[in-house]
């Protein structure tokens, strides 16, 4: 055992030290958020927490769950269980909806993750994006 233990040190030195109690990782280096204000950047994402293994109720309960927060003001405009937060159709739907209940209002940017499913959502976004600026701009 004490030969192996030097063996290790004398070829894996580095790695015992980053494991030694009080060793500290480079911290990240962090920036504040950077947000005009609110209806600046909305963030959209998808979560299965709460999916079949970490319900344990049965055979096919799960509760998928989309969420859009506004993130000057940390208010989530929605929270919904949807059947498939996988499916771009379901993702597309879920946004329509979320225009429509805020009185068809939408924020500058939208921050997605890089998922298949939403790629419809973010072209409904930029339509609607260039539909208001041409309604507001040919005058």
Not at 13 to 22: K, T
Not at 43 to 72: C, M, T, V, W
């Amino acid at each position: 055992r004490g030969e192996l233990r030097t063996y290790l040190h004398d070829h894996f030195d580095e790695e015992f030290d980053r494991r030694f109690v009080g060793y500290h990782r480079r911290l990240l280096r962090r920036t504040p958020l950077d947000c005009q204000g609110p209806w600046h950047k909305e963030h959209s994402d998808g979560h299965e927490k709460l999916g079949e293994q970490a319900l344990n109720l049965g055979h096919g309960i799960r509760l998928p769950i989309y969420a859009s927060k506004d993130q000057f003001s940390g208010y989530l405009h929605a929270c919904v269980v949807l059947p498939n937060v996988r499916n771009s159709d379901t993702i597309a739907h879920y946004y329509l909806d979320l225009v429509e209940s805020r009185g068809y209002r939408i924020s500058l940017q939208l921050t997605t993750d890089k998922g298949t499913e939403v790629g419809k959502m973010l072209r409904i976004h930029a339509f609607l994006r260039q539909a208001c600026r041409s309604a507001l701009f040919n005058f």
